[in-house]
Nanobody
Framework: QVQLVESGGGLVQPGGSLRLSCAAS???????MGWYRQPPGKQREFVAIIPTRGSPNYADSVKGRFTISTNNAKNTVYLQMNSLKPEDTAVYYC???????????WGQGTQVTVSS
């Protein structure tokens, strides 16, 4: 079992950047890691995912602006968010699932607000 803790959220102006971090309590080797978000009054939605093999996948709404990456040595996954828009305002959740299991793990969420 792994615990996920997000950090890095905050208030940023449109066009700005933020980097979210998700620290895992254990190894994320062989874990599929990703980010989801829940805008105000809406359901949680997919943002980005990085598989154990292959290239990351992104929601169309963030493609070209967001980049997901991992540092397995630090058991951490990142979400670099550039050219932020007001519609990116949401609570961002870190997600993890072992590639050999259907068990999923979620962080507690971190608030990102894009506003002038």
């Amino acid at each position: 079992q792994v615990q996920l803790v997000e950090s890095g959220g905050g208030l940023v102006q449109p066009g700005g950047s933020l980097r979210l971090s998700c620290a895992a309590s254990g190894s994320i080797f062989n874990y599929i890691m990703g980010w989801y978000r829940q805008p105000p009054g809406k359901q949680r939605e997919f943002v980005a995912i990085i598989p154990t093999r292959g290239s990351p996948n992104y929601a169309d709404s963030v493609k070209g602006r967001f980049t997901i990456s991992t540092n397995n040595a630090k058991n951490t996954v990142y979400l670099q968010m550039n050219s932020l828009k007001p519609e990116d305002t949401a609570v961002y959740y870190c997600y993890g699932r072992p590639s050999y299991s259907a068990t999923t793990y979620w962080g507690q969420g971190t608030q990102v607000t894009v506003s002038s």
